[in-house]
Structure formats: C-alpha cells, structure tokens
C-alpha cells in the first residue's frame, strides 16, 4: 500500500512539473522578447540575467534590454512538424482512393486478370497507394512547422 501511494505521489508531481505555465528564463535558454513601447521583438539566447536587464545574443549581435521594457517573455520549447499528421492523412486518402481504383480497374476485368477476385484487387491498390500516399504525406508535413512558446519571466 505504502509503495502505491509513494508511486502515485512521484507520478502526480513529475506531470505537474511538466505542465504549461509560467516556466523562468535561465541563461542559455532561447527566449522571444517583446519589448514595451517600440513593438520590437528579440528572439535569442539569454547570455545573462542582471537585476535591473537582459542580456540577449540575437542573430550573433549581444543586445541589452531593460526589464522595465519587457512587455512579454516567451521561451522555445522547441519545433513541431506535422509528419505525423501529415502521414496519416496521406494514407487515408491513398487507402480510400486506391480501394476504388482497384475496384474499378477490377470491374472492367475478365478472366485473364492479375487478381482473381475483386477484394484481393482493392486490397493490394489500397495498401499500394495507402503507402505512397503516408510517404508523400509524411514528407509534405515535414516541410511545415513552427517554434512552440511558452510564457516566461526573468
């Protein structure tokens, strides 16, 4: 019983810490900063943290930002693609077309086909085009994505 309640314990508080919210900035931490008053945005890496400003590295350049003009602190959480998404819906649309294009090009079909029967003839189109299309996909969603934000402070 103690082992269960030990377990649900850790396993509550590791999902806590991993929840959105309001996560602090650490030097080395890539950051988007929207600078109060002039509608400027610096995205870059936090050099350092002093009590009155920050230190930013933004495209090679060290820039310092007072925190009385910081309007909004974001900081990366990474990129997200959408092969995934991509992927699967490429396979259902080459598993529903190539199901009725096996179906029809059987129809139109004597004795002398590659397939005996009309299911075997849908089968093999489906999976034949359901996988070219979760490759083609697959590829199309990786050329999308975007930097994921989260707010921050200082």
């Keep these: 019983m103690f082992r269960t309640a030990v377990l649900v314990s850790l396993t509550v508080l590791a999902a806590a810490s991993r929840l959105p919210g309001q996560q602090k900035a ?6 988007r900063v929207l600078v109060r008053n002039r509608s400027d945005t610096v995205v870059g890496r936090i050099n350092s943290v002093t009590q009155d400003s920050v230190i930013l ?6 820039r310092a930002v007072a ?3 910081v309007a909004r602190v974001d900081i ?5 693609s959408y092969v995934k998404t991509g992927a699967m819906t490429g396979a259902a649309l080459g598993l529903v077309g190539g ?3 096996g179906g029809i090009s059987h129809s139109n ?3 002398d086909c590659f397939f005996s ?5 849908i089968g093999a189109t489906a999976l034949l085009f ?11 969603g990786a050329m999308f994505g975007h930097e994921v934000w989260e707010p921050a402070t200082f």
């Design 99 to 101: 199901g009725i294009g």
């Design 26 to 31: 650490l030097p080395g931490d890539r950051v």
């Design 57 to 62: 590295t933004a495209y090679g350049n060290r």
């Design 76 to 80: 990366s959480r990474g990129s997200k």
């Design 130 to 140: 359901g996988t070219a299309g979760a490759a083609a996909g697959g590829l199309i």
């Design 109 to 111: 079909c004597d004795s």
């Design 117 to 121: 029967s009309s299911g075997a003839a």
């Design 67 to 69: 925190k009385s003009d």
